[in-house]
């Protein structure tokens, strides 16, 4: 069984910052990539924010210059979202999701359960 458990959602006045944590545990043998993604109501989920093993990232034009995703230095399994300037249509739920390896031959992405971001003043 593998779990991601997100944390740090919350309500913020326009102009404010949040920061996102994703934790990944269970039966992982290698996460290849992981990411942040938001799905805001009557809206499709959309990539936010993704980070390779190898540190590479990658971001949604609406986000570039405010948001940054890491992962943790020593905790490979953990990634984190800092979201700085935040807008009023950055308003979602932010799911962390994660590509990785759980056997020798298989592989597969999952899920965290959500986290609601509200920006509002």
């Known amino acids: 069984q593998v779990q991601l458990v997100e944390s740090g959602g919350g309500l913020v006045q326009p102009g404010g910052s949040l920061r996102l944590s994703c934790a990944a545990s269970g039966s992982i043998l290698r996460i290849f990539t992981m990411g942040w993604y938001r799905q805001a109501p009557g809206k499709q989920r959309e990539l936010v924010a993704s980070i390779t093993t190898g540190g590479r990232t990658n971001y949604a034009d609406s986000v570039k210059g405010r948001f940054a995703i890491s992962r943790d230095n020593n905790a490979k399994n953990t990634v984190y979202l800092q979201m700085n300037s935040l807008k009023f249509e950055d308003t979602a739920v932010y799911y962390c999701?994660?590509?990785?390896?759980?056997?020798?031959?298989?592989?597969?992405?999952?899920w965290g359960q959500g986290t609601q971001v509200t920006v509002s003043s």
């Open positions: 999701n994660a590509r990785l390896q759980y056997s020798s031959d298989s592989e597969a992405g999952y």
